[in-house]
């Protein structure tokens, strides 16, 4: 039997349309992906990671729902076409399918895997579309207006005419179905609380305070920001640190647990060092309670390179006397790397020497000196024509190396810094001799970072400052005394056969504190 004039319910509606975009693995082992679209139109796009190709994967799903008309009032829905698959529970041999029922205004739907491989756009009714967990409604369909009834047309009942064609079991014998509401999406469960992790511990989602919570989380964030920085920051490590440490200490405090206080010290510790590397490489050094000192010569590398000066002035200072040592200092920072430099005569006559031409005439006789000219042309020279200097035991061997490993630029820091060592306004001005300068010197590096003589403030052996400045050691109070009264330096005493005291928050800045 053939029946004439029929054709099924998807035969007689626009079947609804439905694209999806892709991402997949470009090559094996690779972090590349592949992005691509089910339109023949789009090329696929190789990009270097999930993250953009999840993005421009999403971009791209954006710009064709953009570009497409609206979702179709007449369109059948592309789900139930697919026999809502995507949706429905899975039968097994013996288990009945559970029929699913279209419903509601044809909405263009979009819906995506958990994992983030793929995004499908569908325009499928309202009813399919709140069945999905992740669906998203971009634009719902506006109802179609119902025709009239043509003339000759049987009136409209509440019973709707059977058509022609074959029938099946459960439409024929069903009653006309009654409008319902289309149920809305069930809207996914919102997470309050939220969950991070820090120095490989996961914070818990019911950990209290709450406050607590969300400052480990933010500070587990900003270490993992930190982390990617180009540059350190040593200012901000020593913040997220300290922070750490208080966070854990309470968190230790709630939860009793003995490792948070362990993970607490080594916090405060981390923060510490951190500070102190910081103040190190700005020139600052802590002096007391929140308060730092700003140095002329920040580092300790550059604190070191000063003491390695002058002990190597105090080994090979050509001729006895206080004098010939200050100006041995002053002629080696001049001409510390390859042995020459240059002189003239205001940094001879700033110096507090009795009779500079004679000392300079005696240097040049020990051949530890070498000038061109004579004494008085030194003396004579102006800054437009200085005089140039050797010093041959400073010239680098045949390998290329010197008494000396600091830079081009470490070499004038350190000799401003003995420039402005020795040539203190308060020492001018009370007429101080070189002993009195070279004791200046001899101090300001052997100090705390507060100021205190010696290491740890213990003080120092009187003898080995005497040496230093090439005096007797009966001599080294009258000295000490000459300091106190230029205002640099305090407290002195000496006691259990150390010098002890402090330099004056004057003159602190230019200190080279020991490690």
């Known amino acids: 039997m053939t029946v004439e004039g029929t054709v099924s319910g998807l035969e007689e509606r626009t079947v609804g349309r439905a694209w999806m975009v892709r991402l997949d693995p470009a090559d094996r082992g690779g972090a590349a992906v592949r992005v691509s679209c089910a339109r023949p139109a789009c090329a696929p796009q190789i990009l270097p990671s999930a993250a953009v190709g999840r993005t421009a994967a999403v971009a791209h799903l954006a710009t064709h729902l953009r570009a497409a008309a609206g979702p179709r009032p007449e369109a059948y829905c592309a789900c139930r076409a697919e026999e809502c698959h995507t949706h429905t529970r899975e039968t097994g041999p013996r288990e009945r399918a559970v029929p699913s029922r279209c419903g509601g205004p044809v909405v263009m739907a979009v819906i995506n895997d958990r994992q983030g491989r793929w995004w499908r756009a569908l325009e499928c009714c309202a009813r399919c579309a709140a069945a999905h967990p992740s669906a998203k409604i ?18 409209v009942t509440g019973r709707p005419p059977v058509p022609a064609g074959p029938q099946f079991s459960h439409a ?9 509401a289309v149920p809305a999406p069930r809207p996914k469960p919102r997470r309050n609380r939220r969950t991070g992790k820090i120095a ?43 922070r750490k440490a208080k966070a854990f200490t309470t968190w230790w405090e709630v939860t009793g647990e003995t490792d948070l206080r362990l993970e607490a010290q080594r916090a405060e510790q981390a923060a510490a060092a951190a500070l102190l590397q910081h103040q ?19 580092g300790l590398t550059q604190w070191e ?36 430099g240059n002189l003239v005569g205001q940094d001879v006559k700033g110096l507090p020497l009795t009779e500079p031409e004679e000392l300079i005439g005696r240097l040049l006789d020990s051949g530890w000196l070498s000038i061109p000219g004579t004494a008085d042309d030194l003396l004579a020279s102006r800054p437009e024509s200085p005089t ?23 070499r004038p820091k350190l000799s401003g810094w003995a ?17 009195v300068r070279l004791l200046a010197l001899a101090l300001a590096i052997r100090t705390t970072t507060d100021g205190r003589l010696g290491p740890e403030g213990e003080g120092i052996d009187p003898a080995v400052l005497a040496s230093w400045c090439a005096v007797d050691p009966g001599e080294l109070e009258s000295l000490v005394e000459q300091l106190i009264a230029a205002d640099w330096l305090e407290e002195a005493a000496v006691t259990d056969g150390r010098l002890t005291g402090r330099l004056t928050e004057r003159v602190l800045p230019l200190s080279c504190p020991l490690p």
């Open 138 to 155: 971009v634009a719902t369909a506006p109802a179609a207006a119902s025709p009239a009834p043509a003339a000759g047309a049987p009136p």
């Open 172 to 180: 024929a014998s069903s009653p006309a179905p009654v409008p319902r």
């Open 200 to 242: 490989q511990r996961i914070v818990p989602h019911d950990l209290h305070p709450v406050a607590l919570r969300e400052e480990l989380i933010e500070l587990g964030d900003l270490f993992r920001a930190y982390q990617q920085r180009p540059e350190p920051d040593l200012a901000q490590l020593a913040e997220l640190h300290s």
């Open 280 to 298: 190190q490489r700005t020139g600052q050094s802590p002096v007391g309670d929140g308060e730092v000192t700003s140095r002329l010569l920040p």
């Open 305 to 340: 390179h000063a003491r390695t000066v002058l002990a190597h002035v105090a080994e090979h200072t050509p001729l006895p006397g206080p004098e010939a040592r200050l100006m041995a200092v002053m002629l080696t920072l001049r001409s510390a790397l390859t042995g020459t």
């Open 388 to 410: 140039p200097i050797t010093i041959p035991s400073l010239m680098p061997d045949e390998d290329g190396k010197g008494p000396f490993d600091f830079g081009r630029k470490t």
């Open 419 to 435: 420039q402005r060592v020795v040539g203190d306004k308060k020492l001018r001005k009370k007429k101080t001799g070189a002993a």
